[in-house]
């Protein structure tokens, strides 16, 4: 059974940072996959923000404050998220599938989500 299990959601001022983890079982999903991090904030469409395509690609919202990596000693991809800006409130959900991209259909396996609220 795949499993992914988003971590390291909360609470912080804007200008703050935040570090989320994602971890996959069984590793060969983590190893085979396109892992992509996703936003939805209530009302809004969900947001692909990070892949791990290409050692990291960014949307343009995101580009220069997050950084995407993966450790693979653990099966975790990680989202490094610097100089948050209230916009950066969402449930954040990690996926993976074969093929990489921003739209969510191209993802099959996805965590529960963690939560991100920015206050000004």
């Known amino acids: 059974q795949v499993q992914m299990v988003e971590s390291g959601g909360g609470s912080v001022q804007a200008g703050g940072s935040l570090r989320l983890s994602c971890a996959i079982s069984?590793?060969?999903?983590?190893?085979?996959?396109?892992v992509a991090w996703f936003r939805q904030a209530p009302g809004n469409a969900r947001e692909g923000i990070a892949t791990?395509?290409?050692?990291?690609t960014y949307a343009d919202s995101v580009k220069g404050r997050f950084t995407i990596s993966r450790d693979n000693a653990k099966n975790t991809v990680n989202l490094q998220m610097s100089s948050l800006r209230p916009e950066d409130t969402a449930m954040y959900y990690c996926?993976?599938?074969?093929?990489?991209?921003?739209?969510?259909?191209?993802?099959?396996?996805w965590g529960q989500g963690t939560h991100v609220t920015v206050s000004s």
């Open positions: 996926a993976a599938g074969q093929g990489c991209g921003w739209s969510p259909g191209r993802y099959v396996y």
């Open positions: 791990t395509q290409f050692g990291g």
């Open positions: 069984p590793g060969n999903i983590f190893r085979t996959n396109c």
